[in-house]
């Protein structure tokens, strides 16, 4: 282990504070519960019926349940009613003030008691959100040029259904060859990688996900007015639109609700693709709601991370030459703490994208994505090289042709996972 001498610049990764801090966040409730008055009436002969009323709000909500009927064994108290009705558990609701309206003698089960209290919270909820659920969505100015001079836009069509498409993106151009050749209409490649060589025609830029102010003149360089660029920062994407570019959102932009949508479609967005920490449940509520095309990366490794930093460096061998450092030509990985080797690329700037220990497959699941409104599905090759590239496209093509003729598509490949798609983040 080496010593630092006092006085030398260092960089604190990790912080126990941080995670002590992080501890005492999450122990804390993360809501309130709304207060309410709670009337139960309970009157041989009448509807069992709770009664509850938000103060805050004003809104009341009601439910009816089983006739009162006399006890056949035990009279119910009514300490223990209440006590009953009050146990609110989960919902977004604590009791305040409690009245009871019970007859002498009444019996009844406990069970049918809670599905009546709890069809109340479930009406006073709805109650309360029912002026959000009605509102119309104001989107407010819209910044961008295009928008503002197409009054259109304003305005979101029905969803319509696009037909499905195979991409690649790769980081060579004779990966760029080979995912066209095997049957790839959609091409993409990083701006550094088409900076460099003789690539096919046709290639769309994929745009990085972090433009510091040294970054804008080589990725502005690569957003040329009515062609498709995919863009994924908010300072990329307005840059596109006033350019006159058509911006594809990248998975690294959150897209994560159908207001969200709405908002990028108004400001000039042509596509989106979507992020794959979304499970196929969520893309199911939001796919619908575009009316552009919708993407997922569905194969190779997904980036968990990128990094400001050189990961690199820490090998010690640094000699401060991007250019020509010999460890960003090698298949570097890092460790986690559980073990799990995460492969690692820095590029020419000293950025380095640390990608997931094992790549995804989700060509199982086209058939649920394409019923979720997902029309595009990339293999991200960035760490593949042509042959396999080729591959995973053919893959992809073999999935779609099984949907559409109604088998299911092979299982996935070995030592691959399925991401967030039936397992989402918790």
């Not at 960089?11 to 709304?34: E, G, N």
């Amino acid at each position: 282990m080496r010593t630092a001498d006092i006085g030398s610049d260092v960089r604190v990764i990790r912080s126990q504070a941080a995670f002590d801090d992080v501890d005492r966040a999450l122990s804390r409730p993360v809501a309130r519960k709304r207060a309410v008055d709670v009337r139960i009436r309970a009157r041989l002969g009448e509807p069992f019926s709770v009664e509850l009323t938000c103060p805050e709000t004003g809104v009341s909500a009601r439910a009816e349940g089983f006739a009162v009927e006399p006890a056949r064994t035990k009279e119910v108290g009514e300490d223990e009613l209440v006590e009953h009705v009050c146990r609110m558990g989960t919902t977004p609701f604590e009791p305040r003030e409690v009245s009871c309206e019970l007859d002498a003698g009444c019996g009844m089960g406990f069970s049918a008691v809670h599905a009546v209290r709890a069809e109340a919270c479930a009406k006073l909820e709805q109650a309360i959100l029912a002026p959000y659920a009605q509102r119309n969505l104001e989107l407010g100015t819209v910044p961008f040029s295009r928008s503002i001079g197409n009054p259109e836009k304003g305005t979101v069509p029905e969803c319509r259904s696009h037909e499905a498409e195979v991409c690649a993106l790769v980081a060579t151009p004779e990966a760029a060859e080979a995912a066209r050749s095997a049957g790839a209409t959609r091409i993409y490649a990083s701006a550094d990688a088409l900076a460099e060589g003789t690539w096919p025609a046709g290639v769309i830029p994929w745009l990085d996900e972090v433009c510091r102010e040294a970054d804008r003149a080589r990725l502005d360089a690569a957003v040329i007015p009515a062609s498709p660029v995919a863009v994924g920062t908010m300072s990329g994407f307005a840059h596109a639109v006033e350019c006159g570019a058509d911006p594809e959102v990248r998975p690294c932009i959150p897209v994560h609700n159908a207001s969200t949508i709405a908002a990028f479609e108004r400001w000039g967005a042509v596509s989106f693709w979507l992020s794959p920490e979304l499970t196929l449940e969520q893309i199911g509520r939001i796919a619908p709601s575009a009316t552009v095309p919708v993407g997922m990366v569905i194969s190779g490794r997904v980036r968990v991370m990128t990094s400001e930093h050189c990961v690199l460096q820490a090998a010690d061998r640094c000699i401060h030459d991007c250019a020509r450092c010999s460890l960003r030509t090698r298949d570097l990985r890092l460790k986690n703490i559980d073990g799990h080797l995460l492969p690692v690329r820095t590029d020419i700037h000293g950025r380095s994208r640390i990608y997931s220990a094992w790549p995804i497959d989700l060509t199982p699941q086209i058939p649920e994505l394409l019923r979720a409104g997902v029309s595009r599905f990339m293999s991200d090759g960035t760490l593949l090289d042509p042959e396999q590239t080729a591959r995973a496209v053919t893959r992809i093509i073999r999935a779609l042709e099984a949907a559409d003729a109604g088998r299911r598509p092979a299982e996935k490949d070995p030592n691959t996972m399925s991401g967030h798609l039936f397992a989402g983040i918790g």
